[in-house]
């Protein structure tokens, strides 16, 4: 799934973002986080990776910073970062409307949240808009790869 395009002599990757990290179960929308929550760790590296593998057992683990969840449809690219406790992590994802259903069922595996920019809420939720977010993701990089194509 290639959605880069070029840019000053390189290739820019395009994708959707979705950040996970402590978020109360409580709020329904990121307006009703509290100015003063503090995000706890939610789990180390290798716990993640142990869940995540449990529910997608294909996902290319070479790189345990850069996890890669590739089907016909998506790829989903797994950014863990660093090794030991972590404060949250990001999926970065390119493709179909499955990819959104794979996220959720993560999320609900790992029993974490995640902030989704393109929702109406800010908050990752199939019935709060993210799979239309995701719909209107892939319009907008539609849009720039064609304009480059020009």
């Known amino acids: 799934m290639n959605s880069s395009v070029p840019y000053e002599g390189r290739r820019i990757s395009l994708s959707w973002d979705i950040f996970v990290q402590d978020i109360p179960r409580t709020v329904r929308s990121v307006e009703e986080i509290p100015a003063d929550f503090e995000p706890q760790c939610i789990g180390t590296r290798a716990g993640i990776i142990a869940k995540i593998c449990?529910?997608?057992p294909?996902?290319?683990?070479s790189d345990p910073a850069w996890l890669q969840i590739n089907e016909d449809d998506f790829s989903i690219e797994v950014n863990l970062g660093d090794d030991g406790p972590l404060a949250g992590f990001v999926f970065h994802v390119r493709g179909?409307?499955?990819s959104a259903y794979v996220i959720h069922d993560i999320l609900e595996h790992l029993k974490l949240r995640a902030l989704?920019?393109?929702?109406?809420?800010?908050?990752f939720s199939l019935e709060g808009g993210s799979l239309e977010g995701l719909q209107r993701w892939r319009e907008y990089r539609e849009s720039v790869l064609s304009s480059r194509d020009t």
């Open 116 to 123: 989704d920019p393109s929702s109406k809420t800010g908050i």
């Open 96 to 98: 179909g409307d499955a």
């Open 58 to 61: 294909a996902t290319d683990v």
């Open 54 to 56: 449990q529910l997608v």
